[in-house]
């Protein structure tokens, strides 16, 4: 035998040697610290009561439910308005989408909505982005195309600010601007509504329940206003509300 | 060497119950520890041997008025002192152990003799040089020698100034038969 | 001479052939009376924290540990040298500890000094798996004591673990209530001027930093050996003894200052090994770490022993007495502390995209009306009194200041003491005997300490552990490793197995730890002789980080192979003796 195939065994020999030592003694972690942590949460921004100036009464709610990992996160959001006298949703959106980061503050998010109010339905395809902006502004932004081929932008702005560690005042921005009108459900092209809203809050339970008082201003402008008059509505309207704010 | 200190433990264990008993009774005496013993006044040689961070012994006997010459040693790998002296000044001397500390003078195993014979004014008149007839300070593996007179009996303990080995533990009380 | 010699030669066989102790846990549900709330949780031997395990160096211990628990569990024996199957990391030493299954842990015990042990799995050790591990010297000790008391720190939350890690996830400042509100705004503006808060809110706003961001976990009552402030655990004293008090600190997530006032603490131990002594006033015990004092209380009165969280949002309380039911004043908090822009100094280096550009030059601007209230004021507060009538030449070395090497330059989170005394640092730490010959790294690793505190994310590298290789060392060399804290907050670096000898600047004096605990905006060097096979975790101990992703495998390659390892471990313990 020659030295170097008496090496190339020997090499071989020890190789399976330390192989097999290793596989034996080194285990592989698959413990659920390997694995990415999934996470998940439910919040209600608002649930609240709404008495408007004009004497109406609303119940309504904004939500937010998620199952996911850092990288991918599944969000069940949710929003409505439920006309007391009327007992009819004057609004109701549920949106499904897929959410992952895109920067350090930053998430991308799409989707489909679905508008199933009083009236004629729609749904959209969404595509959005939600984060956090220089000075503690939270922002959500989103494009949705409807199933009628119409365009519209969403934008939400929220800032809290701390009056003591349990009293927050949160003040809230949601306007929404369409790019084609779409009567039947009486959205006009342009700046089509804003709402805006300010609540005082109480951190009763820890984070999880925090009751709040507040106003809401909401306004139509531009056609989508002339639509709504058309129709016997209100193009603006003053809310005192009552609500809490709810994690779990 | 585990028996070996466990031995010295035990002694010093029993010494220490006699001199609380003995420290008792002693506290009216003032404040003096003795005086710089003259060499042909000693009556007879003590060994002492420093270890990180204690003595052995861990305390000794001595006559009213005897004059004894310790033979100091350090066996450790720290600087260590050994300094004769009542309670309160030993509290007092480790303040100005700390400075040397602080200064540099005294870093773990080794001295800055350089530093140590610098004419430097620590404010209060002393100086870092440490040249007390009641102290001395040793490196690792040096050896010294004191000539020491009890003149008077008194709460009087032998021990290490270097800042924090007092507190740990390295010091040992000087009984009077 | 002879019988010394004969004796010294029986110690040297005696261990070899007879100490060897077998102990029993079991892991358990139990219930924790915090004082404030009682809530279920998970103990050993039926109570939490569990039994204080009492070691002989020498001794080769078999613990058997029971889990009497619905789910998978370890126990990780902190700080101790033993072979990596025995380290108690699920998915690295071993696979876990089935439901029902009693699981024998055999390993020597090679050093001496005060240790803990943990569950590694989930979050049972927040949950309240955890106990002490004392293990007494073969030889005599460099310092002497008449009594000894663990004191064993945690901060028991009344929710678990795994809705704690939710809720940060969800809201990362969910527990945090010492948030700057618009009344901090007005007071800060009353003495800093409004312009001058108000650039500095908006350079952190900017960052989308909170100053606040001290602690990430709130609303936890700290107990002190399973006793919360309003149980005071006592520890019982005859005036004049000196008293050593093995700190442990088990919490979470929950770093403490403590001091005992009326009462100079000599450390004379950290992390299980021998210090140089220290005598201070205060000290700061992060997470996983311990701290070994002397104590000697002189008067027949109850001294307390205060422990207040970094950020001050809690604290624990105990007493120690002459007699049972005598209490001590107990101090109020002190104000929160707050981050300074030096602590976001490691941030500097980081790409965070064009927005955050604009902020670094306000960043410059307000460090020094931002820090310097508190720097400054604390500097004056402490003006060196105890060093009456000295020149403060040059040659003055640090440790005496509000400045601490360990911590960013103008940090707003630099310990003061309470009483203006001395406060421990790193810096002042020096092995008592060094374990190690000193000599030169082969390599260095850099592990930058790296997170997102509004996703919760925390990782090394910016990779966290699901993503990330495992760290590969080879046998016999020894690694320099440079951590960077990258984030806003300290993270307790805890690398299993092998000792971290801490860069304190003292050379073949430099301590050994077992826990390294790395401030904001700082680099903190550690390094390690790579003298133990096998694979071993490494990460940090911050329980909520670690389970976020900032952990790593560590492997060693080569060296002797792993039963070899474990009889020689044996022979050496012997041959020590």
Same mark, same amino acid.
């Given at each position: 035998?020659?030295?170097?195939?008496?090496?190339?065994?020997?090499?071989?020999?020890?190789?399976?040697?330390?192989?097999?030592?290793?596989?034996?003694?080194?285990?592989?972690?698959?413990?659920?610290?390997?694995?990415?942590?999934?996470?998940?949460?439910?919040?209600?921004?608002?649930?609240?009561?709404?008495?408007?100036?004009?004497?109406?009464?609303?119940?309504?709610?904004?939500?937010?439910?998620?199952?996911?990992?850092?990288?991918?996160?599944?969000?069940?959001?949710?929003?409505?308005?439920?006309?007391?006298?009327?007992?009819?949703?004057?609004?109701?959106?549920?949106?499904?989408?897929?959410?992952?980061?895109?920067?350090?503050?930053?998430?991308?998010?799409?989707?489909?909505?679905?508008?199933?109010?009083?009236?004629?339905?729609?749904?959209?395809?969404?595509?959005?982005?939600?984060?956090?902006?220089?000075?503690?502004?939270?922002?959500?932004?989103?494009?949705?195309?409807?199933?009628?081929?119409?365009?519209?932008?969403?934008?939400?702005?929220?800032?809290?600010?701390?009056?003591?560690?349990?009293?927050?005042?949160?003040?809230?921005?949601?306007?929404?601007?369409?790019?084609?009108?779409?009567?039947?459900?009486?959205?006009?092209?342009?700046?089509?509504?804003?709402?805006?809203?300010?609540?005082?809050?109480?951190?009763?339970?820890?984070?999880?329940?925090?009751?709040?008082?507040?106003?809401?201003?909401?306004?139509?402008?531009?056609?989508?206003?002339?639509?709504?008059?058309?129709?016997?509505?209100?193009?603006?309207?003053?809310?005192?509300?009552?609500?809490?704010?709810?994690?779990? | 060497?585990?028996?070996?200190?466990?031995?010295?433990?035990?002694?010093?264990?029993?010494?220490?119950?006699?001199?609380?008993?003995?420290?008792?009774?002693?506290?009216?005496?003032?404040?003096?520890?003795?005086?710089?013993?003259?060499?042909?006044?000693?009556?007879?040689?003590?060994?002492?041997?420093?270890?990180?961070?204690?003595?052995?012994?861990?305390?000794?006997?001595?006559?009213?008025?005897?004059?004894?010459?310790?033979?100091?040693?350090?066996?450790?790998?720290?600087?260590?002192?050994?300094?004769?002296?009542?309670?309160?000044?030993?509290?007092?001397?480790?303040?100005?152990?700390?400075?040397?500390?602080?200064?540099?003078?005294?870093?773990?195993?080794?001295?800055?003799?350089?530093?140590?014979?610098?004419?430097?004014?620590?404010?209060?008149?002393?100086?870092?040089?440490?040249?007390?007839?009641?102290?001395?300070?040793?490196?690792?593996?040096?050896?010294?020698?004191?000539?020491?007179?009890?003149?008077?009996?008194?709460?009087?303990?032998?021990?290490?100034?270097?800042?924090?080995?007092?507190?740990?533990?390295?010091?040992?009380?000087?009984?009077?038969? | 001479?002879?019988?010394?010699?004969?004796?010294?030669?029986?110690?040297?066989?005696?261990?070899?052939?007879?100490?060897?102790?077998?102990?029993?846990?079991?892991?358990?549900?139990?219930?924790?009376?915090?004082?404030?709330?009682?809530?279920?949780?998970?103990?050993?031997?039926?109570?939490?924290?569990?039994?204080?395990?009492?070691?002989?160096?020498?001794?080769?211990?078999?613990?058997?540990?029971?889990?009497?628990?619905?789910?998978?569990?370890?126990?990780?024996?902190?700080?101790?040298?033993?072979?990596?199957?025995?380290?108690?990391?699920?998915?690295?030493?071993?696979?876990?500890?089935?439901?029902?299954?009693?699981?024998?842990?055999?390993?020597?015990?090679?050093?001496?000094?005060?240790?803990?042990?943990?569950?590694?799995?989930?979050?049972?050790?927040?949950?309240?798996?955890?106990?002490?591990?004392?293990?007494?010297?073969?030889?005599?000790?460099?310092?002497?004591?008449?009594?000894?008391?663990?004191?064993?720190?945690?901060?028991?939350?009344?929710?678990?673990?795994?809705?704690?890690?939710?809720?940060?996830?969800?809201?990362?400042?969910?527990?945090?209530?010492?948030?700057?509100?618009?009344?901090?705004?007005?007071?800060?503006?009353?003495?800093?001027?409004?312009?001058?808060?108000?650039?500095?809110?908006?350079?952190?706003?900017?960052?989308?930093?909170?100053?606040?961001?001290?602690?990430?976990?709130?609303?936890?009552?700290?107990?002190?050996?399973?006793?919360?402030?309003?149980?005071?655990?006592?520890?019982?004293?005859?005036?004049?003894?000196?008293?050593?008090?093995?700190?442990?600190?088990?919490?979470?997530?929950?770093?403490?200052?403590?001091?005992?006032?009326?009462?100079?603490?000599?450390?004379?131990?950290?992390?299980?090994?021998?210090?140089?002594?220290?005598?201070?006033?205060?000290?700061?015990?992060?997470?996983?770490?311990?701290?070994?004092?002397?104590?000697?209380?002189?008067?027949?009165?109850?001294?307390?022993?205060?422990?207040?969280?970094?950020?001050?949002?809690?604290?624990?309380?105990?007493?120690?007495?002459?007699?049972?039911?005598?209490?001590?004043?107990?101090?109020?908090?002190?104000?929160?502390?707050?981050?300074?822009?030096?602590?976001?100094?490691?941030?500097?280096?980081?790409?965070?995209?064009?927005?955050?550009?604009?902020?670094? %030059? $306000? *960043? &410059? /601007? @307000? !460090? =020094? #009306?931002?820090?310097?209230? +508190?720097?400054? %004021? $604390? *500097? &004056? /507060? @402490? !003006? =060196? #009194?105890?060093?009456?009538? +000295?020149?403060? %030449?040059? *040659?003055?070395?640090?440790?005496?200041?509000?400045?601490?090497?360990?911590?960013?330059?103008?940090?707003?989170?630099?310990?003061?003491?309470?009483?203006?005394?001395?406060?421990?640092?790193?810096?002042?730490?020096?092995?008592?005997?060094?374990?190690?010959?000193?000599?030169?790294?082969?390599?260095?690793?850099?592990?930058?300490?790296?997170?997102?505190?509004?996703?919760?994310?925390?990782?090394?590298?910016?990779?966290?552990?699901?993503?990330?290789?495992?760290?590969?060392?080879?046998?016999?060399?020894?690694?320099?490793?440079?951590?960077?804290?990258?984030?806003?907050?300290?993270?307790?670096?805890?690398?299993?197995?092998?000792?971290?000898?801490?860069?304190?600047?003292?050379?073949?004096?430099?301590?050994?730890?077992?826990?390294?605990?790395?401030?904001?905006?700082?680099?903190?060097?550690?390094?390690?002789?790579?003298?133990?096979?096998?694979?071993?975790?490494?990460?940090?101990?911050?329980?909520?980080?670690?389970?976020?992703?900032?952990?790593?495998?560590?492997?060693?390659?080569?060296?002797?192979?792993?039963?070899?390892?474990?009889?020689?471990?044996?022979?050496?313990?012997?041959?020590?003796?």
């Amino acid at each position: 035998m020659s030295r170097v195939q008496f090496l190339t065994l020997g090499l071989l020999g020890s190789l399976l040697v330390t192989t097999s030592a290793t596989a034996q003694t080194m285990i592989q972690d698959t413990t659920a610290r390997k694995q990415p942590l999934a996470t998940w949460g439910v919040q209600f921004e608002e649930l609240e009561y709404r008495y408007s100036d004009s004497d109406e009464e609303l119940g309504v709610w904004k939500s937010d439910a998620f199952y996911g990992t850092d990288e991918l996160k599944f969000r069940w959001l949710s929003k409505g308005e439920y006309a007391i006298e009327e007992q009819a949703y004057e609004g109701l959106e549920n949106q499904l989408v897929l959410q992952t980061p895109i920067s350090k503050f930053f998430d991308a998010k799409a989707g489909v909505r679905f508008d199933t109010p009083e009236g004629p339905d729609r749904t959209y395809a969404v595509l959005g982005v939600t984060g956090l902006a220089p000075q503690w502004f939270e922002v959500d932004a989103n494009l949705y195309v409807s199933d009628e081929g119409d365009t519209l932008a969403e934008f939400d702005a929220e800032y809290e600010l701390l009056l003591t560690n349990h009293w927050i005042l949160s003040a809230a921005l949601d306007a929404t601007v369409a790019f084609s009108e779409d009567r039947e459900i009486g959205q006009g092209k342009g700046l089509n509504s804003t709402e805006t809203g300010l609540r005082l809050s109480y951190d009763l339970v820890d984070r999880a329940v925090s009751p709040y008082i507040g106003v809401v201003h909401e306004r139509k402008y531009g056609d989508t206003a002339d639509l709504a008059e058309a129709e016997g509505g209100s193009t603006e309207d003053w809310f005192a509300v009552v609500g809490a704010r709810i994690a779990f | 060497m585990n028996a070996s200190a466990f031995l010295v433990a035990a002694t010093a264990m029993t010494i220490s119950a006699t001199v609380s008993a003995a420290g008792a009774h002693s506290g009216g005496h003032g404040g003096g520890s003795g005086e710089p013993g003259k060499a042909s006044e000693v009556s007879r040689t003590i060994n002492v041997e420093m270890h990180d961070n204690y003595y052995e012994p861990e305390s000794i006997e001595v006559n009213p008025g005897e004059t004894v010459r310790f033979v100091i040693e350090n066996k450790g790998k720290l600087v260590h002192e050994f300094n004769i002296g009542t309670p309160d000044m030993h509290e007092a001397h480790q303040e100005e152990m700390m400075m040397m500390v602080e200064h540099g003078v005294i870093q773990g195993g080794t001295l800055n003799h350089d530093m140590m014979e610098m004419e430097m004014d620590m404010g209060n008149g002393h100086s870092m040089k440490h040249d007390d007839p009641n102290s001395v300070l040793l490196e690792p593996g040096k050896s010294k020698e004191i000539v020491w007179k009890f003149s008077e009996q008194g709460n009087i303990e032998f021990a290490c100034n270097v800042p924090g080995h007092y507190q740990a533990g390295m010091y040992g009380d000087v009984n009077f038969n | 001479m002879r019988t010394t010699f004969l004796a010294g030669l029986a110690a040297l066989l005696i261990p070899a052939l007879g100490l060897a102790g077998e102990y029993n846990l079991t892991v358990d549900r139990v219930q924790i009376d915090t004082g404030d709330f009682v809530k279920e949780g998970i103990g050993y031997n039926g109570e939490s924290p569990g039994p204080v395990l009492r070691f002989k160096q020498g001794e080769e211990v078999t613990i058997n540990v029971t889990n009497n628990l619905d789910e998978m569990t370890s126990i990780h024996w902190h700080g101790l040298i033993l072979p990596y199957q025995q380290d108690g990391v699920p998915g690295i030493s071993f696979p876990g500890i089935k439901p029902g299954e009693t699981f024998t842990y055999r390993f020597p015990i090679q050093q001496a000094g005060t240790y803990w042990f943990h569950s590694h799995s989930g979050f049972q050790e927040p949950d309240g798996a955890y106990g002490a591990i004392v293990i007494e010297p073969e030889g005599r000790e460099p310092f002497r004591y008449d009594r000894e008391y663990v004191v064993q720190l945690t901060d028991k939350h009344p929710h678990s673990g795994d809705r704690i890690m939710r809720n940060l996830k969800m809201m990362p400042d969910y527990y945090n209530r010492q948030q700057q509100t618009v009344g901090e705004f007005f007071s800060d503006a009353a003495e800093h001027g409004f312009m001058n808060t108000l650039k500095d809110r908006m350079a952190w706003g900017d960052m989308r930093m909170m100053k606040a961001d001290v602690e990430d976990l709130q609303g936890f009552t700290a107990l002190i050996n399973g006793k919360g402030p309003e149980q005071n655990w006592t520890g019982i004293f005859e005036p004049g003894e000196r008293i050593r008090l093995r700190f442990i600190n088990s919490s979470a997530m929950t770093y403490f200052d403590i001091r005992i006032p009326g009462l100079n603490m000599t450390v004379v131990q950290a992390d299980g090994n021998n210090v140089q002594p220290v005598n201070v006033d205060e000290f700061r015990i992060g997470v996983a770490e311990t701290y070994d004092v002397i104590v000697r209380p002189r008067d027949e009165q109850a001294y307390t022993i205060f422990a207040e969280s970094m950020g001050r949002s809690g604290f624990a309380r105990a007493t120690l007495a002459p007699k049972e039911g005598m209490e001590g004043v107990v101090p109020e908090l002190r104000e929160p502390a707050r981050l300074t822009m030096a602590d976001m100094a490691g941030m500097h280096g980081m790409d965070h995209g064009s927005m955050d550009m604009s902020g670094s %030059s $306000d *960043m &410059a /601007g @307000m !460090d =020094h #009306s931002g820090t310097g209230s +508190m720097e400054q %004021s $604390d *500097m &004056a /507060g @402490m !003006d =060196h #009194s105890n060093m009456v009538g +000295m020149d403060h %030449s040059g *040659m003055m070395m640090s440790n005496t200041g509000a400045s601490d090497p360990f911590y960013a330059k103008g940090s707003g989170i630099v310990p003061v003491a309470a009483n203006g005394g001395k406060f421990l640092s790193y810096a002042d730490l020096r092995a008592q005997d060094p374990l190690y010959e000193d000599r030169e790294p082969t390599r260095e690793i850099e592990l930058k300490l790296t997170g997102n505190m509004e996703r919760y994310t925390w990782s090394i590298n910016g990779v966290k552990y699901e993503d990330a290789d495992p760290i590969r060392l080879q046998y016999g060399e020894r690694v320099r490793f440079k951590f960077v804290n990258e984030t806003m907050m300290t993270h307790p670096m805890h690398l299993h197995g092998m000792w971290s000898i801490l860069d304190v600047g003292a050379d073949q004096w430099n301590p050994i730890k077992h826990t390294v605990s790395v401030q904001p905006g700082t680099t903190v060097y550690m390094e390690t002789e790579v003298d133990e096979p096998g694979q071993w975790a490494f990460h940090c101990h911050l329980s909520y980080h670690a389970a976020a992703g900032m952990f790593r495998k560590v492997i060693v390659e080569g060296g002797p192979d792993t039963t070899q390892a474990q009889t020689d471990a044996v022979v050496d313990n012997g041959g020590d003796a």
